[in-house]
């Protein structure tokens, strides 16, 4: 079992910045990928990053240039830079790890992005 936690969602105006976090818990060990999705109001979830763990990184086309992923394997955490946000990103942002065939979600984190 692996527990996930997001942070750092909130309110941001157009063009700004903000990092998200995703404290993972429990089988942590045996987790291999990790990612990002989000949903927009009335809209399904999509894919935003993925980062495996050897390191390896992919990226939804409209995140490319605007968005990092990163993880620090030692704190057990997740990271999603965005910068240069667009109302369009408002969503609720969910972290997923994939351990042992499982794929396990948090809860996720409201980011809303003002004009």
């Known amino acids: 079992q692996v527990q996930l936690m997001e942070s750092g969602g909130g309110l941001v105006q157009a063009g700004g910045s903000l990092k998200l976090s995703c404290a993972a818990s429990?089988?942590?060990?045996?987790?291999?990928?990790m990612g990002w999705y989000r949903q927009a109001p009335g809209k399904q979830r999509e894919f935003v990053a993925i980062i495996t763990n050897l390191g390896n990184t992919d990226y939804a086309g409209s995140a490319k240039g605007r968005i990092t992923i990163s993880r620090d394997n030692a704190k057990n955490t997740l990271y999603l830079e965005m910068n240069s946000l667009k109302p369009e990103d408002t969503a609720v942002y969910c972290c997923?790890?994939?351990?042992?065939?499982?794929?396990?979600w948090g809860k996720g984190t409201l980011v809303t992005v003002s004009i």
């Open positions: 429990g089988s942590r060990f045996s987790i291999n990928a």
């Open positions: 997923a790890a994939t351990s042992n065939s499982m794929k396990y």
